[in-house]
């Protein structure tokens, strides 16, 4: 039996139209004119496996580089490559090029000016998974011309290397910093995904799952906001694709 995705995914296919709420890429598995040496930063996390599956599927080279403290099984031919982000360690990066660079798990600008550093000028295209959080507590939906989040405080972001729950506050101005840290390095080759919230395999936060758990259950829910709010959610296949 097809889940409800891959009902919608082919019924859209069959008919040739895209919704609003489709994006046509995860419809067209195009083999690629050519094989692109795309590295993943991370790789192993909620989302990661999906982006090297796709890129996998489409016959790319894939190379993830993490610290190596998930077990995740990768598809044969990945490489993978060992280092730490938060003590600075990419060694293992150097020396090495690169078509696309995906960096998935960044909440620091910090990390993006070290990948910089060391990927920046061996590297044609880097691609920065970032957040609707930028746009700090919007009280409309956002769109792209909407104010980000600031950071607003007297202590230096580029000083912070390891994110812990005392950042969280500031998550979404981490993000913006880390945006624009990434424009820095690859002025004119960088690509900004904006996620709202990503759900589908893997996603181990209640933040969606809850929901359709408890409404599930029958009964009086309570919810925020009001019924007419806004909301957006993306299968985390369909992003890495």
Same mark, same amino acid.
């Given at each position: ?13 069959? !008919? %040739? ?41 489409? %016959? ?5 580089? #993490? ?18 982000? /938060? ?10 090029? &690169? ?11 910090? &990390? ?8 920046? $000028? ?12 930028? *746009?700090?507590?919007? $009280? ?11 950071? %607003? ?23 913006? !910093? ?5 424009? $820095? &390095?690859?002025?004119?080759? @960088? ?17 969606? @799952? *809850? &929901?359709?758990?408890? /409404? ?8 925020? %906001?009001?019924? #007419? ?13």
């Amino acid at each position: 039996m097809s889940t409800r995705r891959d009902f919608v995914l082919e019924s859209t296919a069959a !008919l %040739g139209v895209v919704g609003a709420a489709f994006s046509p890429i995860p419809l067209i598995r195009r083999r690629p004119s050519s094989a692109l040496r795309i590295l993943i930063l991370g790789g192993t996390g909620s989302t990661g496996p999906h982006h090297v599956a796709s890129a996998v599927e489409r %016959g790319h080279h894939v190379a993830v580089f #993490n610290r190596g403290r998930r077990q995740v099984d990768l598809p044969a031919g990945v490489e993978q490559l060992r280092g730490d982000r /938060i003590t600075g360690d990419l060694a293992s990066l150097m020396g090495k090029t &690169w078509d696309v660079v995906i960096d998935i798990p960044t909440a620091l600008p910090r &990390w993006v000016r070290d990948a910089g550093e060391a990927l920046a $000028k061996n590297s044609d295209r880097f691609i920065f998974i970032s957040t609707i959080s930028v *746009y700090g507590d919007p $009280k409309s939906p956002p769109d792209e011309t909407a104010p980000l989040d600031q950071w %607003g405080r007297t202590d230096d972001p580029m000083a912070i290397r390891e994110f812990t729950g005392a950042q969280m506050a500031k998550y979404g101005a981490l993000k913006a !910093l880390a945006e624009q840290e990434a424009e $820095k &390095w690859w002025p004119g080759k @960088t690509t900004i995904v904006r996620p709202g919230l990503i759900v589908g395999p893997r996603d181990n936060i209640d933040r969606f @799952t *809850y &929901w359709v758990t408890r /409404i599930d259950r029958g009964g009086e829910v309570l919810a925020p %906001g009001t019924p #007419n709010d806004p909301t957006q959610v993306i299968d985390g296949r369909d992003m890495a694709a």
